[in-house]
């Protein structure tokens, strides 16, 4: 027997399992069918193999293997023979081989051996070389957990063990991590992401799955039975972070996911597109930030995708409907006096009705929120001109344009066009924005607030106190109305400490010479609060719900 025979042997083996299927165990499994091949020409009665690498943390050596790579099960007497090989990690292996008492090997054959053991070394070193392919491959870089790939190659193993039915899909999304990076530094950012996947990841163990897609997407494929204690672990996590000068800091880790549980004959891609229409929900539903998957979502998700596509056509067949929610005037307790109006969109769609929160953020994302912005200002302008024309006499309406227009160029003038075209006094016009912590942002507002008064349209900031800086802010808002968001008022009468910081936000505003108005005022003694405090505009179901055109109409009609 030569050398090349060996080689050539070996080869042949290794060609026999596919590439994508190369794994440590199926290798070895192969080696073993090969050694004991070659063993019985050269009396060997046993080989066994212990190899060793440094562990994590490099400094100790861990048996990484320690096995029989062949027995014949002779029971004679042997002379035991090892072979010492550095794999080239810093690990070694040693191979122990058994030969029979009283065979003598001719230098030809103890060519050969050599050679054989050689094949050991050097197979083990391929073995090594794809654990360290497999783990840049298949791992992350940042957080060391699975990447894509990685989740593929792990999903794709379950579906050829008995498929991913049992296993419920997570796709997690970090909220605010574009704040943590300015905040801590992209360096901070990092060892957040990290210590977060790292704690999630151990939390799943090896079960289950548990991978970075990009960015601050995550996605954890858990056992079913799992799932509601996983929510609770997520709804409750921190993360230490340690900076340079080795202070540690716990940051609160928040995040919005989406769930799916597996069924039958799912495939990875249902798993994972499930999980992330999820989570498109609960990106934009605050009270609910990790919501389970349903099969109305999916029907929701593509018609407005369709949407997004369509939104000209859509328009055109008018399949947006604009709904009034009045605003009351309750400086006097027993009776409120209608004294405004929001407009707010919804789109109807085969007779149901799509509130904005489901499409509006969408548009955002694509700029198409301009037009249903203009087309909402166009239908309240028309109604205004028939409203006074039918001899009633209108309230000032607000119509909500996203921060996005600011920028254009010509808002004001596009604005004042549709107000000039139907003839509508300014005063019966407001314009609600959206409030932003973005100091560059406040710039624009002013500058368009500055605009907007010259031809006499107040503008509101919208769900003020629903960021977090904005009372830093407050002195810098340049609008005429700042309408205190729901979350602010939800907290009347629960904490006397929210009570004060209310009443304070409410005074400043006022001495700042600034309309307040409450928005999503539900409870009789919210109001007796904001009425105390100075704050004698509301809206909310307390007074009256979003309505049609035509209920609004009639409110209208029992007024004058
Ligand atoms: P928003 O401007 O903060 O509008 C107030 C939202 O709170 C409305 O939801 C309203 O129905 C709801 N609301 C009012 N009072 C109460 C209450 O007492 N309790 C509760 N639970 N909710 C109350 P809606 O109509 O679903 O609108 C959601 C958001 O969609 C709006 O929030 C606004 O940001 C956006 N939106 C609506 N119409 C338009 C539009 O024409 N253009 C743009 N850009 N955004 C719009
Ligand atoms: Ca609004
Ligand atoms: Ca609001």
Known sequence: MTRRHFDKRFAELVAQIPEDEYDVGKLFELFRTYSASVAPDYGIEYIYIQMLAPGPDHSSMQQSLASDIYRSGYP?????KMYHFSIGNGGYADVYVGVRKGVVWTPEQQQDITTFIKTQYLFNGRVEAMRQLDRVMFTDQITHVLNQAGLYKSMGAK???????GYCSNFINIRNMKLFNEKYTEQGGN???MGFAQRIARYIGDDGAFARLGGDNFLALIESSREEALISFLGNLWVDLTDRSGSTTKVKMEVRAGYYHAGPGDQVSDVMNNASIALQFARRDVNEPIKEFHNNMKTQFFRIKQLEENVP??????????YYQPKADISDREHFVLCGAEALVRWMQDGNLIPPMQFI????KNGLVAQLDFYVLEHVCRNIKAWKEAGLQPVPVSVNFS??????ENIVENIMAVVNRYGIEP???????????DIDDMDVLSRFERKMHEYGIKVAVDDFGSGFSSIRLIKNIVTDTIKLDKSIVDGIGEDREDDIIISHIIHMVR??????????VEKTEQADFLRENDCNTIQGYLYAKPMPREAFEESLKNRS
């Open 403 to 408: 921060r996005r227009h600011l920028k254009n």
């Open 361 to 364: 953020p969408a548009l955002e």
């Open 427 to 437: 005063s019966l016009l407001e314009i609600e924005i959206t409030e932003s912590y």
């Open 76 to 80: 004679g007497e042997c002379d035991e």
């Open 313 to 322: 056509a859509a328009l055109g067949r008018e399949e947006f409907v604009v």
């Open 191 to 193: 060892a957040l992401l």
């Open 511 to 520: 001495a700042l010479g600034k309309e307040v108005l409450a928005e999503g």
């Open 159 to 165: 579906m050829a063990s008995g498929g991913l039915a």
